[in-house]
């Protein structure tokens, strides 16, 4: 069942018609229509409030929309079967099981011993999803990932005020914190850490959560400092983080500890402040010099305009997002939530914290394929890009081997051993993504004529598309130039329309440096091309 029949099912059951709901929400009835129908998306706020008159919460309409097509899945996945009688499907997945485990192996060996941070907001806990959550967290823990836990408290906070008919006041989007709110506050955080201390104390037989041993520690690592008086309101006990014990933590997380953090600070005054969420996880993170932020959302990451999901963007590439959204105020595709949690990834990233995700909380197990698949399933912010250009070495001719060898059985190029490539790698430059080896290029120079051939250019076939052949040519293209050369060649069989089309002319044999006329195969009538720098 889609979202849209979900929210459709649930409206009838209620007896509401669209204009109700519409009117409910102030939205149209007519979206209403295209979003139940599947002809129109719907957006994490506007999912908030339709959750919200239908007396739900989005994560039960995420789960029921699902409910249809779980017995299918978990069939496929984990097939019952006689251990006795061969099953082909359990065959199948067992292969694939076996296939993505070492593919994330490369990730398991890079984050032991790694600092990371998790930030969720309360309605986590409030929706029950911090037990699934709490078993991603016990493996990650099993890998030795050291982890601070970051929780937010905002709709237990709403619920009490709501409970002690106290109206909750904001100023510019901050909480208004008086005496009566701060006492909300204290009880919802308290609450808070109580379960889930208690979820990551399980060790139930039988479940992810067999035999962890997982630690919890709390306390007042977090000082602060009042907001004071912003454009004549007293914000009374809102505050900011000034501090971080890092040292602190660092020693519980030296003694396999997982720290826990609340939304709350203390001065040296013994006053206590209600803090955001987002100040405690960026602040703790630049701290303790994290190697991860990971915040825990409703949208499943950041969009462009063009409502394209975005795997991953440098922080001055969402600056500029953020800044083209106030400008041009489209909004359409930028949910509340990312509003909030861009900002404070583009600040980790500007403090030193090489990377911040931003992932749904609504997609089970989200964190676990976010860090161990290769693309991921939400939005990374990195400091800088990804993508970086470098002279080969000895260590990356296993990587350029992997690339070149299914190129060179098709004949597209001409076959290189192991050998002769390890003589041959200081002529090689290759493109790494996120340290990976995606690209390579070889420079064979000829010093007296003043020119060079380009040669052995390819690409991972996951990241052909993107340009990256051309900007590996004008890299290697800029590389001859500091070297004082004058011209690239090239001999194709396959390719000659790709060279043509960056300004190359085809030459005569003849016009190969004398060198390369005595090795030129005559049997592969490779084409000659030229191109002045």
Known sequence: MSLGLCIRSKRKSLHLTLQQLA??????AGNLSRIERGELGVSESLLRKIASALDTTPANLYAESDAEQQPTQVREQVPT?????????SSTNA????????????YIHAFGGRTFVIAFGGEVVSEQQFIALSHDLNLLASLEVRLVLVHGSRPQIEQRLKRDNISPLFHNGLRVTDDDAMEAVKEANGAIR?????LLSM???????????????????????????????DLQHTGEVRKVDAIGIQKRL????????????YSPTGEAFNLSLEDVAVSTAVALDADK???LMDSEGVHNLRGELLREMTAEKAKNLLRNVRETEQAINISEDVTYYLPAAVRACEHGVARTHLISRHIDGAIIQELFTLDGIGTMVTELSLESMRQANIDDVGGILKLIEPLENDGILVRRG????????????VMEHDNRIIGCAALYPFESEQTAEFACLAIDPAYRGGGRGDKLFYYCANVAKQRGLKSLFCLTTRTEHWFLERGFTEQGVEKLPAEKQKLYNYQRKSKVFSKTL
């Not at 079967?81 to 499907?89: C, D, S, T, V």
């Not at 479940?207 to 690592?221: E, H, K, L, W, Y």
């Not at 030296?254 to 600070?265: F, I, R, T, W």
């Open 194 to 198: 109580v379960e889930i201390e208690a």
């Open 418 to 429: 192991r050998e002769r490539l390890e003589m041959e790698i200081n002529h090689f430059h």
């Open 203 to 233: 060790g139930i037989a039988n479940s992810p959560m067999a035999g962890a041993d997982i630690r919890v520690a709390s306390g007042n690592f977090v000082t602060a400092k009042p907001l004071g008086v912003h454009d004549g309101v």
């Open 23 to 28: 009117s409910k929400i102030d939205a149209d």
């Open 81 to 89: 079967y006689n251990k006795n009688q061969a099953n082909p499907a």
């Open 95 to 106: 292969k694939d099981f076996v296939q993505w485990f070492r593919s994330a192996t490369p």
């Open 293 to 295: 932020l990971i915040f």
């Open 254 to 265: 030296d003694d396999n500890e997982m720290v826990l953090l609340s939304p709350l600070g």
